[in-house]
């Protein structure tokens, strides 16, 4: 069984930066994605960043594309999610998610029932 542990979420002013980390452990044999989703209780779960173990493929919302970075955490089956210059509307939970899938392009921010979800972790950011 796999365990995903999110951490680094916080209370921000707008124009801040706040990096969140993910960490997957247990049966982690086969992991080919981390992503990260955020909701809120106003919208439905979203694709933020999502990142492929096997090559470093990386895609990105467009809400955040220039802001956020996910990139490789300290171990292999670890990444983090560098975001800068936050704005309000990144307010929410924000989710790590690991899974063994091949995932096509333009799938790749979006869940499937093969995704491990972590806790979430909150960021608020005021203006």
Not at 34 to 54: D, H, L, S
Not at 84 to 110: S, V
């Amino acid at each position: 069984q796999m365990q995903v542990v999110e951490s680094g979420g916080g209370s921000v002013q707008a124009g801040a930066s706040l990096n969140l980390s993910c960490v997957v452990t247990g049966n982690t044999l086969g992991i080919s994605w981390i992503r990260w989703f955020r909701q809120t209780p106003e919208k439905q779960r979203e694709g933020v960043a999502a990142f492929y173990i096997g090559g470093s493929i990386t895609d990105y919302a467009d809400s955040v594309k220039g802001r956020f970075t996910i990139s490789q955490g300290n171990t292999t089956n670890s990444e983090s999610l560098q975001m800068n210059n936050l704005k309000p509307e990144d307010n929410a939970m924000y989710y790590c998610a690991a899974q063994r899938e091949n995932l096509r392009a333009g799938a790749r921010l979006t869940e499937t029932p093969y995704d491990n979800w972590g806790q979430g972790t909150q960021v608020t950011v005021s203006s």
